[in-house]
Each structure stands twice: as C-alpha cells, then as structure tokens.
C-alpha cells in the first residue's frame, strides 16, 4: 500500500491545515454538546415535542441518553488526540533547495 500524496503547492497545503483544524473544531463541539445536551431539560423539552409520539419517551431512557454520551466522549477524545497529535508533529526542517519537509524534528 502506497503512502498517501502530500500537496504540494502552498495553497493546498494551507487548504489540508484548515480543514484539519475544523475537523479538530468540529470533533470537540460536537462532543461537548453530545456529553452535555443528553443531561438538559433541553433534551427532554425538545423530544417530548416531537410529533412522533414513541420516539419521545424513548429518548429519555437513561440509557439512551447514556448512549448518546458515550458516543459524545468518543467525538471529544477523537479531536483531544487529533490535537495533540497536531502540536506533538513540531516544527520540522526544511530541505534547502526543495522546500519540503525533511521529517527531521528541530531540535529545542
């Protein structure tokens, strides 16, 4: 299995960072809100509204709304690790001639 194309012109390698970041944003919010809203009068109040009549008290089972946490903690580590992993890469030397990255780490 081949190792996955880098971009190669600055605008493709600023389009991969941003859409890192979000992804790293998006994993987060996400499972903050799907480790909180569970817990909320919110949750009840919006599921009981629900023109759906068997699917509001079944949202309100306990472990359904476990479930729904769980599947939040999953998100917040996924985007904590990603995170990390962003500022764990460090700046790294650059080939004079080419500009890419060598994958030498600077030293501090």
Do not use: K
Not at 29 to 38: K, Q, S
């Amino acid at each position: 299995m081949s190792e996955p194309s880098r971009p190669t012109t600055p605008f493709a390698r600023l389009v991969t960072r941003l859409l890192f970041v979000f992804y790293i944003l998006y994993c987060v919010e996400a499972g903050i809100f799907l480790v909180w809203a569970p817990w909320t009068s919110f949750w009840s109040r919006t599921f009981l509204a629900l023109p759906w009549g068997g699917l509001g008290p079944w949202m309100l089972d306990p472990w359904v709304r476990g479930a729904v946490t769980g599947f939040g903690l999953v998100h917040l580590l996924w985007g904590l690790h990603d995170l990390e992993s962003w500022f764990s890469r460090g700046p790294r030397r650059r080939d004079p001639i080419s500009q890419e990255p060598r994958g030498e780490r600077v030293s501090p």
